[in-house]
């Protein structure tokens, strides 16, 4: 059943921008996905990409914050095996999550032109 569902698209553009502040990429994205976005061909893509599915987990997972802040670092979408984005959470998120009856999240994400699109799913 889908318990939470969000979408978001961001300008590439303007995240390359963004990303000229090292600041901003570590109030965002994990070492991991750091360490992840500096072996892709176009870092920037990647980066836009993960910041849209960040965003609509922001989304997604509001009706389960409690009135906790959502922290972007609470989100972590690395790669699988496959190539298709995978999507971890800390311990502090997972309980929020587990009391609400969320047991799967799930994220696609698509670059197009100046574009980044995510849609992000809570079953």
């Given at each position: 059943m889908i318990l939470g569902l969000?979408?978001?698209?961001?300008?590439?553009?303007?995240?390359?921008?963004?990303?000229?502040?090292?600041?901003?990429?570590?109030?965002?994205?994990?070492?991991?996905?750091?360490?992840?976005?500096?072996?892709?061909?176009?870092?920037?893509?990647?980066?836009?990409?993960?910041?849209?599915?960040?965003q609509a987990f922001k989304k997604c997972l509001a009706p389960f914050m409690n009135d906790k802040e959502f922290n972007y670092?609470?989100?972590?979408?690395?790669?699988?095996?496959?190539?298709?984005?995978?999507?971890?959470?800390?311990?502090?998120?997972?309980e929020l999550l587990k009391a609400a009856g969320v047991e799967e999240l799930q994220v696609s994400t698509t670059t197009e032109g100046d574009n980044a699109t995510a849609i992000a799913l809570a079953q």
């Open positions: 969000g979408i978001d698209q961001v300008t590439i553009s303007t995240v390359e921008q963004f990303l000229k502040n090292p600041k901003y990429a570590d109030d965002i994205f994990t070492e991991a996905e750091k360490e992840l976005a500096s072996q892709q061909g176009n870092p920037v893509d990647f980066f836009a990409a993960r910041f849209a599915a960040k670092k609470m989100i972590e979408i690395l790669k699988k095996e496959d190539g298709m984005p995978a999507v971890y959470v800390g311990d502090e998120l997972a």
